[in-house]
Nanobody
Framework: QVQLVESGGGLVQAGGSLRLSCAAS????????MGWFRQAPGNEREFVAS????????SYADSAKGRFTISRDNAKNTVYLQMNSLKSEDTAVYYC??????????????????WGQGTQVTVSS
């Protein structure tokens, strides 16, 4: 079992940057693929980025490519999402998620079984 706590959200102007963190409990963090998702009011939860348990491979939604970077530090049980060149359409609650895997990333919300409580990101134009 793993528990996830996100932090780092806030209010930022368009063009600015934020770094989200997700701290995981437990001793088996390195056996979990991790993902970031977001949900804006009235919208479904959507994929942003994911990373393999080793951190050597990543996957991004088209909206995140070139602007966002997912990374992880298995020694600190933490996954990060660096967000640059933020746009108003990035405004959402951002969630991190975890799933035990043998290999690879997972890009669909239904593939994850552990979720954090979310952190609000608001980008003003």
């Amino acid at each position: 079992q793993v528990q996830l706590v996100e932090s780092g959200g806030g209010l930022v102007q368009a063009g600015g940057s934020l770094r989200l963190s997700c701290a995981a409990s437990g001793r088996t963090f390195s056996t979990y693929a991790m993902g970031w998702f977001r949900q804006a009011p009235g919208n479904e939860r959507e994929f942003v980025a994911s990373i393999t348990k080793s951190g050597l491979s990543t996957s991004y939604a088209d909206s995140a490519k070139g602007r966002f970077t997912i990374s992880r530090d298995n020694a600190k049980n933490t996954v990060y999402l660096q967000m640059n060149s933020l746009k108003s359409e990035d405004t959402a609650v951002y969630y991190c998620a975890a799933v035990w895997v043998l290999a690879g990333t997972r890009d669909r919300p239904s593939e994850y079984n552990h979720w954090g409580q979310g952190t609000q990101v608001t980008v003003s134009s």
